[in-house]
């Protein structure tokens, strides 16, 4: 029977390549789309990577994450430093790292923070922010900028930035009188770190040291740059800070006591939560994505049970010989469904093998330069089970010329049709 299977697919072999090839793209895009819905998950949850809890102004969770880690809205208002620093000296924190927001250039996102950004801050797998040129300001008019920035717009080490209010791409205020110098240019993370212009709170305070209300001084009555770096330039309030804590135990302590805080109204999230709030938004377009894969598989089965129908009138003449050589209607529709199986069999091989060698050569790429980690791991349970489910999908395929050639008689394959 493996014999007469095998003869019979080579002698159709091209239809038999093609049908495998879509069986193969199916499994692959199936799995794949699965592997990277889940490395997806995982790259945005690197984004604060080892960090506790998220502090800002009283707002939703959702909005508090965007504008802190994806730079994504605005914040509903500031809070202050003496608030900041008195959560900085709980003895259960280990580090804070301070964010001011809320200006820009040319398009991205201006941070004020300190040099704990740089000795604390994660991504990915707990990575630290490393520098390809330069190094963190250690002046007040330094900026660090990302490999996304430096790349845009060409950006090389001592290069003057102009900073302009407020967040939008286009600003007719600009602090073109108080530049920034590029000390600094990071490795690419994949995260919003690479579309990020990093200043000091001090450079922030510098900025905005004579302006009132959001609005520059008159013309003559603003400070030289020699007369602004001699202020004291501690910042007043930030737009948010993150924490680290000492031990894990203490998230909801911690939380309840920032949620509570009397001397001003507070918000402080535990990362995690807020992505799944996320993710319960996505899940619709995620359910999408699931259902295109699915009729992509199901077209690929579809292709396969139409080359064998079509295919079934050609080999009338071959089902005859057998038939007439003692193998019975049984044997005929067995054969069939071996070969769907078969061919359902192969392709799903073929596909894992086209998955594995994309995600092989694709994972360095992907995590140096998209943030992005696949994993090339093993088959989850699930995904045997999925596989398995398409074996027997590609078995009731092969069903149905089965019916047909069961039902054909030895005369009919015998007779010649003009």
Known sequence: MLNILVRSLWNRRGTAVLTIFSISISVTLLLGVEK???????????????????????????QLLLYSIFRIGNAPNNLSWESYYEFRNNRRVGWTI????????????VL?????YFKYFRYGRKKKLEFSKGE???????????SEVAKNLN???????IV?????????????????KVAGILRPTGTPVDQTVHVSLEGITAMHVDWESGA?????????LEEVIKLDLQPGEITSFLIGLKSKIHAFKIQREINSYKEEPLSAILPGVALQELWNILRTAETGLRVITWFVLFAGLLGMITALLSGLNERRREMAILRSVGAGPGTISFLLIFESTVLTVTGIIFGLLILYITLFVSQPILEAYFGLFISV????????????????????????PAIKAYRQSLADGMTVRL
């Not at 490395?39 to 800002?56: C, E, K, L, P, Q």
């Not at 301070?98 to 996102?109: K, Q």
């Not at 963190?136 to 990302?146: C, L, P, R």
């Open 36 to 62: 990277i819905r889940k490395g997806v998950r995982a790259s945005f949850s690197s984004a604060v990577s080892g960090t506790d809890i998220i502090v800002g102004a009283r707002g939703g969770q959702l």
């Open 98 to 109: 301070p964010f001011s927001l809320g200006d820009s250039h040319r398009g991205y996102r």
């Open 112 to 116: 004020g923070t300190n040099q704990d």
């Open 136 to 146: 963190q300001f250690s002046e007040v008019f330094d900026a660090v900028i990302g």
């Open 155 to 161: 950006y090389q080490i001592n290069e003057e930035i």
């Open 164 to 180: 302009a209010h407020g967040t939008g791409k286009k600003s007719f205020l600009q602090h073109d009188d108080r530049p920034f």
């Open 216 to 224: 520059p001084p008159m013309e003559g009555e603003n400070l030289s």
């Open 377 to 400: 791991d093993s088959l989850s349970y699930k995904d045997l089970i999925l596989l398995v489910g398409i074996v027997f999908a590609g078995m009731l395929m092969g069903l149905i």
